[in-house]
């Protein structure tokens, strides 16, 4: 056993002094080379860029004690692009908010003559025994008073209804359309 052990490292020393051996070499190469290109070329450039773009203006307000909001809106096609904006007011906001400053005051049937230049709250007022006011007078006195001065009485508003929202939605999205086709043949 002894044996194997010593034949065992003397093989080992001797293969790595070959390796060691092997490491070291010399190369010498001598070389020379001549080279020429010749080059005729057509060339094009593409340049793809993207699409303009029409980008509606955000229209808003600074306070939200306003009674506006905002609307834009924006169309593109190839060669033209348009977009607007605008404030929309809102008259009953601007009801509610004129009664309310007048409440705070102390001036309750002015604040409740506002609301009722709103036919909906003159027609609640009336079904509840509590008439609108009518120049001062309050309560049957300003029942008279409105029994004889009809033309005085707000103009019934009809409300719109969700079929007559979705025909008009209909007929603005008719009309968008024919103007973008009537745009893509500029």
């Not at 509606?56 to 348009?82: E, F, K, N, R």
Request: one cysteine or more; charged letters at 20%.
């Amino acid at each position: 056993m002894k044996t194997i052990k010593i034949i065992l490292t003397m093989a080992l020393l001797s293969l790595s002094g070959a390796a060691f051996a092997q490491t070291t070499s010399t190369v010498i190469t001598d070389s020379t080379s001549e080279s020429s290109v010749d080059t005729d070329a057509k060339s094009r450039t593409i340049v793809i860029s993207p699409p303009p773009s029409a980008i509606s203006p955000g229209v808003g307000s600074s306070s939200s004690d306003l009674c506006t909001t905002g609307v834009s809106g924006a169309v593109q096609t190839q060669i033209l692009g348009i977009s607007t904006g605008e404030m929309v007011r809102d008259e009953n906001c601007e009801r509610l908010k004129i009664s309310k400053t007048l409440y705070d005051m102390g001036m309750k049937v002015a604040a409740v003559s506002v609301l009722c230049q709103d036919r909906r709250v003159y027609d609640a007022m009336e079904m509840a025994g509590t008439p609108c006011p009518y120049l001062g007078e309050i309560g049957d006195k300003a029942s008279d008073q409105w029994k004889a001065n009809p033309h005085r009485i707000p103009v019934v508003e009809e409300m719109e209804t969700k079929g007559d929202v979705q025909k008009r939605n209909a007929a603005v999205a008719t009309g968008g359309i024919s103007l973008a086709l009537l745009l893509l043949l500029l």
